[in-house]
């Protein structure tokens, strides 16, 4: 299994960046795909998910900023992230999830190994 982060970069507050994670070594359209963040000295947090069922989750200080997306011809996940504020700063990663009762994801398996993205003027 293998998921390769990409797109991340610095950028302006209000400004975007589109975030695309590259799966590999699983069937893709058996898993949902799910974004998580992580600032350091701190632990992940969900951001987004995206499951088999095409329905999808977002962190409430996200909801109509982010969206996620997945390609599965391409095998690849995305996650466009528009209006960003200084606190979207941190590294991003992306790995398998399930849906749990509630709709939240559930980690399956291992990170990949992220993307930093900075939201500063």
């Known amino acids: 299994v293998q998921l390769v982060e990409s797109g991340g970069g610095l950028v302006q507050p209000g400004g975007s960046l589109r975030l695309s994670c590259a799966a590999s070594?699983?069937?893709?359209?058996?898993?949902?795909l799910g974004w998580a963040r992580q600032v350091p000295g701190k632990g992940l947090d969900w951001v987004s998910s995206?499951?088999?069922?095409?329905?999808?989750y977002y962190r409430d200080s996200v909801k109509g900023r982010f969206t996620i997306s997945r390609d599965n011809a391409k095998n690849t996940v995305y996650l466009q992230m528009n209006s960003l504020k200084p606190d979207d700063t941190a590294t991003y990663y992306c790995?398998?999830?399930?849906?749990?009762?509630?709709?939240?994801?559930?980690?399956?398996?291992?990170w990949g190994q992220g993307t930093q993205v900075t939201v500063s003027s």
């Open positions: 790995a398998r999830v399930s849906k749990t009762t509630w709709g939240l994801p559930r980690l399956l398996g291992s």
């Open positions: 070594g699983f069937s893709f359209i058996t898993y949902g």
């Open positions: 995206i499951y088999t069922d095409d329905t999808t």
